[in-house]
C-alpha cells in the first residue's frame, strides 16, 4: 500500500511553566485508505501528535512526510496551501461559522483553493450536504442546526477539497451513540470506498475497536 | 466575489450595529475635519484680504541708519557713543530707475511709488489726524482694488482731478461730507491745502476707514514741500503673496533698499494666523484620530469575537496575509462609508454656512470650498482607517490555531 503520513522519531517538548518531553520518538505510518484511531489515556499526548501531524505545529524536532514529502522546514503560507490542498479537519467542536450558511461552510476552503468556479463548489458542496443527509439544511445558518448535525456539516467542510487525509480530534466526542455510529459509517466508507485516510483521536472503545488499526500511546510514546 | 470579501462583508453585515457606530465616527471626524480646514483657510483669506486693502505685498524703502563709533578700535575700553539715527533724507534716490529694475523680476506684477503723509483733515471746527497717501491712481488700485470699496463717487476722478481726494467712509461721517465738498488738510511740514472730495470707500477695516485718504501723488509732494523725484516707498506686488520674503530679499539685492514682505510689516497678524492654523490642524487631526480609535476598537472586539472563526480558517489553510485581509477589508469598507458621508455632510454644512451673514467685518461667514482640504481630509481618513483596520488584523494573523484548538 502507498504510504500517505510518515513521522520519524519525532520529539516535542513543552517549555512553559516547566521543561515536559511531551513525545518520544515517535515514528509512525499510514497507509492511504486506512482508517486508523489513536488512543491513550487523556494527557498523553494524542492531540499534540496530531497537530504536527496536521502541519500546524511546528514546533518539534524529527521529520515528518505527507504524500512522500517533507513537511518539517516548510514555511507557514506553503503549509497552509498544502492543508487547504490534502487535510481535512474534524474536531471535537465543529468550528463552524455561524454567520454563513451551511452550503457556504462546506464552500469556504474550496473557495480558498479556487480551482473550481463557484458554481461547480456550490454544487459540489451541496453534493456533500445531500451524501451526509443535510440536504434540506443546505441554506440554514450553520447556528440554526442540532449538535449532530453541525458536526457532519464540519465533515462535509473536510471533505468538499477531496484530501488525501482526515484528521479528526476526538470527531465524536460531543455525540451520541446513534450520531457516533452515522460518523463512523461516514469514515468508514471515504476510507474503504473514496480511498482516502482517516486518521481519528478517539476516547470511545467501540469507535476504535471498528477502525482498521488502533496507534495506543501512553506518555508520550507509542505502545 | 474573493472568498476574503466574502467573509469580510459577511461579518460587517452581521455587526451591522457596532459597523454603523464607527462610521458614523469617522463620518463625523471627517467632516469636521475638512469643515475646519476649510474655514481656517477662509479666515486666512479674510485677514490676508483685510491686510492687502491697506499693504502691499512689499515695500520698498529707505531704512533709518544709525551713526558709527569714531573710533573703530576694540581695545579702547572706555569710548562713549551715543548712536542716532543718521539725519540723512528717507528718499529713495532715483525712484524711476529703481522702479524700472523692480519691474524686471518675472514675479512681479504691479510697481507704484508712494508718498505717505500724516495729516489734519480740517473741516470747519472739527479736526482729525490721518494719513494721506499719494498714489498714481491707475496704479494703485491695480494694487488694492480701490474701486471695488467705493461706496459714493468714483476712484478713477482722481485722476483728472488733481486736486481730488477720496477718503474713508468714517472720516466723511465725522465731518459730514459727500463727495463735491471740500476738505482743508494741515500737513506735518505746516502745508494748508483745499482738496475736493470725488470719493468715498468702506474698506471695512475700522481705522483705515476713520484715518486714510487718498491722493494724487503730485499733491502728497506738496504736502511735503518736496518735487516730483520725492518717493518715500515703491510698493510692489507679486504673482504668489506668499513668496513675498524671498522676492522681497531678491529686490533688496538689486537695489540696496530695504524691501519688507507683508507678512514682516504684519508680523504679529501673520504669527496670529500661524497660532489658529496650527490649533486648528492639530485639533482636527487628533478628531479624525478619535473616529480612527473606534474603528480600531470595534475590529479588536471582532476579531476576539472570531477567534475561533480565525483558527478553523488557518487551520483550512488561509495564510495570514488572507486573515490580514479579511479585517482590514471591513476597516476600509467603515472608513470608505464614513468617509463619503463626511464629505457630503461637510459639504452641506460649507454651503449652508457660507450664505449665513455675520456682519461687522466679516460679513458672509468665512468658509469656503477648497479641493486639496477635501483631498487631504479624504486622504487622511482612508490612511486613519487603514491602520486602524491594520493593527487589529495583524494580530488576527498571527493567532495560533493550535493554541485555540487546545481550549
Ligand atoms: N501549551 C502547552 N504547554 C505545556 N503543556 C502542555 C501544553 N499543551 C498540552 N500540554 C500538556 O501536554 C500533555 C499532552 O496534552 P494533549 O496532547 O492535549 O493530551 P491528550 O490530547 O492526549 O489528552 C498534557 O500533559 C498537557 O498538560
Ligand atoms: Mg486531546
Known amino acids: 500500500m502507498k504510504s500517505i503520513l510518515k513521522t520519524q522519531l519525532v520529539n516535542k517538548f513543552f ?8 513525545l ?10 486506512e482508517l486508523v484511531t489513536l488512543v491513550g489515556k487523556s494527557g498523553c499526548g494524542k492531540s499534540t501528535l496530531l497537530y504536527i501531524l496536521s502541519t500546524m505545529d511546528r514546533d518539534y524536532k524529527g521529520d515528518l512526510y505527507l504524500d512522500n514529502e517533507l513537511m518539517t522546514h516548510k514555511s507557514i503560507d506553503e503549509l497552509a496551501a498544502i492543508r487547504n490542498e490534502k487535510i481535512g479537519f474534524v474536531f471535537q467542536f465543529h468550528y463552524l461559522l455561524q454567520e454563513f450558511s451551511c452550503l457556504k461552510n462546506v464552500m469556504i476552503p474550496a473557495l480558498r483553493l479556487g480551482k473550481l468556479s463557484p458554481q461547480e463548489i456550490e454544487a459540489k458542496a451541496y453534493e456533500r450536504l445531500k451524501t451526509l443527509g443535510l440536504a434540506d439544511q443546505a441554506l440554514k445558518n450553520a447556528s440554526k442546526l442540532s449538535g449532530g448535525q453541525q458536526q457532519r456539516v464540519a465533515i462535509a467542510r473536510a471533505l468538499i477539497n477531496d484530501p488525501l487525509i482526515i484528521m479528526g480530534d476526538e470527531p465524536t466526542g460531543n455525540l451520541d451513540s446513534k450520531n457516533t455510529a452515522i460518523v463512523f459509517e461516514i469514515f468508514k466508507d471515504l476510507a474503504h470506498n473514496a480511498g482516502q485516510t482517516i486518521i481519528a483521536v478517539t476516547h470511545d472503545e467501540d469507535f476504535a475497536q471498528k477502525s482498521d488499526r488502533i496507534i495506543e500511546m501512553k506518555d508520550g510514546m507509542i505502545i | 466575489m474573493n472568498i476574503n470579501t466574502d467573509i469580510a462583508k459577511t461579518y460587517i453585515f452581521a455587526g451591522k450595529k457596532q459597523t454603523a457606530v464607527a462610521g458614523m465616527g469617522v463620518l463625523l471626524g471627517m467632516a469636521i475635519y475638512i469643515f475646519m480646514n476649510c474655514l481656517m483657510l477662509a479666515l486666512d483669506r479674510s485677514s490676508t484680504s483685510v491686510i492687502f486693502k491697506n499693504n502691499a505685498h512689499i515695500r520698498v524703502y529707505k531704512e533709518d541708519k544709525m551713526s558709527k563709533p569714531l573710533v ?3 581695545t579702547a575700553k572706555y569710548l562713549i557713543i551715543n548712536p542716532k539715527v543718521l539725519p540723512k533724507s528717507n528718499t529713495i534716490i532715483n525712484p524711476n530707475q529703481v522702479t524700472e529694475t523692480i519691474l524686471k523680476n518675472k514675479n512681479v506684477t504691479v510697481v507704484t511709488p508712494q508718498v505717505n503723509s500724516s495729516v489734519f483733515y480740517n473741516n470747519g471746527k472739527s479736526q482729525i489726524s490721518g494719513i494721506a497717501v499719494g498714489v498714481k491712481p491707475a496704479e494703485a488700485n491695480a ?20 486736486n481730488g481726494i477720496v477718503i474713508g467712509v468714517g472720516i466723511s461721517t465725522k465731518m459730514n461730507l459727500v463727495v463735491g465738498n471740500n476738505l482743508n488738510l494741515t500737513s506735518a511740514k505746516g502745508v494748508n491745502r483745499t482738496f475736493k472730495v470725488v470719493g468715498i470707500f468702506r474698506s471695512n477695516v475700522r481705522t483705515l476707514d476713520d484715518s486714510k485718504s487718498y491722493i494724487n501723488l503730485a499733491s502728497a509732494q506738496q504736502l511735503q514741500k518736496e518735487g516730483a523725484l520725492y518717493i518715500t516707498d515703491i510698493t510692489v506686488n507679486i504673482k504668489n503673496p506668499d513668496d513675498a520674503k524671498a522676492v522681497g530679499d531678491e529686490i533688496s539685492q538689486v537695489t540696496g533698499y530695504k524691501a519688507e514682505s507683508w507678512q514682516e510689516a504684519n508680523n504679529s497678524m501673520v504669527t496670529g494666523n500661524k497660532m489658529r492654523n496650527i490649533v486648528g490642524s492639530l485639533v482636527s487631526s487628533l478628531i479624525l484620530l478619535v473616529a480612527g480609535f473606534g474603528i480600531y476598537n470595534i475590529l479588536n ?6 477567534i475561533n472563526d480565525i483558527a478553523i480558517l488557518k487551520a483550512m489553510g488561509f495564510r495570514g496575509k488572507d486573515v490580514v485581509r479579511i479585517f482590514v477589508t471591513q476597516a476600509l469598507a467603515v472608513g470608505i462609508l464614513g468617509v463619503i458621508g463626511g464629505v457630503l455632510l461637510a459639504t452641506v454644512l460649507i454651503s449652508v454656512l457660507q450664505h449665513v451673514y455675520v456682519g461687522g467685518d466679516i460679513g458672509y ?4 470650498f477648497d479641493g486639496s482640504r477635501f483631498l487631504r481630509g479624504i486622504f487622511f481618513g482612508l490612511i486613519i482607517t487603514f491602520f486602524a483596520g491594520y493593527f487589529p488584523a495583524r494580530k488576527a494573523a498571527k493567532v495560533d490555531p493550535v493554541e485555540i484548538f487546545r481550549k
Do not use: A, C, R, W
Open chain 2, 143 to 162: 494694487m488694492y482694488n480701490i474701486n471695488s470699496t467705493i461706496v459714493s463717487g468714483d476712484f478713477k476722478s482722481l485722476t483728472s482731478n488733481p
Open chain 2, 72 to 74: 573703530n578700535d576694540s
Open chain 2, 301 to 306: 472586539m471582532t476579531v476576539s469575537q472570531k
Open chain 1, 24 to 33: 518520544k520518538d515517535i515514528s509512525i505510518e499510514v497507509d492511504k485508505g
Open chain 2, 365 to 368: 461667514f468665512p468658509i469656503e
Open chain 1, 15 to 22: 517549555h512553559d511553566p516547566n521543561e515536559f518531553h511531551v
